[in-house]
């Protein structure tokens, strides 16, 4: 059984080109290709790494790296090389020339773990597109790459059946995914319209790629997402019913993990799923403080998610696996922020309050009086509002009810027109 395990193992070289990097950010970039790699079944063998004002516009990296490049491949004879980078075409192609087995790029490798983790017909169909899109351009110059019929990393998903059709065949199949996916956006707009019909308030959960966000998503509302120390090990979001202390009911959405230079394919194809954070009306932003690289993560997000559009939105900054910080870690002032440990159940209430708190400061307070025979509207407020207190008069036959409301929502006008003045 042993044996059968070690053979799936893919025994891989990386090579990297320092570009406009110091030598800490690069080390950083090499150590998550290797993470990577081996959240794609692949064993690191080899590794070649060069310094450079710029890449070599034909090769990447330069003609003696190459030549290195064919010796290392000699001498351990890996399965595939992968770069540290998306290369052109023309790179793709004359390093295909110079090396006796397959070439991926950083992309390349991102997408098969796509492919391996996408288990719903969104996901898939996303990841089709996102491969598709990117092997359009490089379908010339590619036999070597293209013959890996027996699969592997770089291969998975429709890369098996797709590869060697011509483009022709290629456009017309994502023409198809961009019009299955379509249905499925209008799907998600009418359930959209629903949610905020019902003054349903929204949250999302978003952060770099194994900060534990799915870890978080399961401990809040007692889901059963799955969580694995290893890149991408969510990819189809998850949304589940929140209860906060007060009794109100929130939804928690979890979302596809980002990284450092995510690529762009994968950003339009995946966009219809990434626009929930645009619905949200607090994002919860999870980041890792034990890892050394926490604050490039923390950047890589927000970026993105100014990219998305949804910058205005209110965050919460989680610093998460808080046992473990890093001994130099300071936590941002820029947001409001809590350092927990998702195995804590302390953490966890003590999060639990301060989502609270935090959508109080969103929401409007109000004070209404509403008649005993009012009970349809009572259940209403209920449900749709953060209700703090609630008393009887029963000589007067009326509640009092004391709580929180977000203006954007239709319960809102009607507490508006009942507030005790």
């Known amino acids: ?32 290709l290797m993470s990577l790699v081996k959240t794609a079944k692949g064993e690191v063998v080899g590794t070649i790494t060069q310094k450079r004002e710029k890449v070599e516009s034909a090769t990447y990296i330069g003609r003696g790296k190459v030549e290195e490049l064919a010796l290392l491949i ?45 288990k719903s017909r969104e996901g898939k169909l996303q990841v ?47 023409t198809e995914i961009e019009r299955q996916l379509e249905s499925v956006v ?20 978003v952060g770099y790629t194994n900060a534990g966000k799915s870890t978080i998503l399961n401990r ?55 626009e929930e954070l645009k619905e949200a009306d607090l994002l919860l932003h999870v980041v890792d403080c034990s890892n050394e690289d926490y604050e ?3 950047r890589t997000v927000q970026k993105l998610i100014d990219e998305l559009e949804a910058h205005s939105i209110p965050q919460l900054i989680v610093y998460n696996k808080s046992e473990r910080k890093m001994p130099e870690f300071i936590p941002s002032h820029a947001r409001p922020t809590i350092e927990i440990s998702a195995l804590n159940p302390t953490d966890l209430t003590r999060l639990h309050h301060e989502i609270e708190q935090q959508l109080k400061a969103l929401m409007v307070p109000y004070q209404i009086v509403l ?20 008393t009887f008069d029963e000589e007067n036959e009326v509640y009092t009810l004391d709580g929180y409301a977000l203006m954007q929502t239709p319960i809102y006008h009607t507490i508006e027109e009942r507030q005790v003045k």
């Open 128 to 174: 089709e597109l996102a491969q598709l899109s990117y092997l359009l351009p490089r379908l010339s110059g590619q036999g070597l790459a293209l013959s890996r019929q027996g699969g592997g990393i770089g291969t998975r998903g429709p890369g098996e059946t797709q590869l060697e059709t011509d483009r022709r065949h290629i456009r017309r199949r994502v």
């Open 371 to 390: 008649q005993a025979h009012e009970g349809q509207l009572l259940a209403k407020v209920r449900q749709e509002t953060m209700l703090v207190s609630q």
């Open 186 to 205: 209008h799907h998600r707009e009418r359930y959209r319209e629903k949610r905020k019909r019902r003054s349903v308030v929204q949250l999302a959960l």
């Open 296 to 298: 490039q993560h923390e």
């Open 1 to 32: 059984m042993e044996e059968i395990k070690q053979s799936e193992i893919e025994r891989v070289v990386l090579v990297g080109c320092q570009v406009n990097r110091t030598d800490e950010e690069f080390l950083q970039s090499m150590q998550e």
């Open 220 to 274: 809040l509302t007692l889901a059963d997402t799955l969580e694995e120390d290893q890149l991408f090990a969510t990819l189809d979001p998850t949304t589940r019913q929140l209860t906060l202390p007060s009794g109100f009911n929130v939804l928690l959405s979890d979302t596809v993990g980002f990284i450092q230079d995510l690529p762009t394919s994968l950003v339009a194809a995946f966009r219809s799923t990434l």
């Open 74 to 118: 000699e001498e351990q004879e890996p399965d595939i090389v992968i770069f540290n980078d998306e290369l052109q075409p023309s790179q793709m192609r004359n390093l295909h020339a110079s090396c006796d087995v397959p070439v991926i790029d950083r992309t390349q490798l991102i997408l098969d773990i796509f492919a391996q983790r996408a």
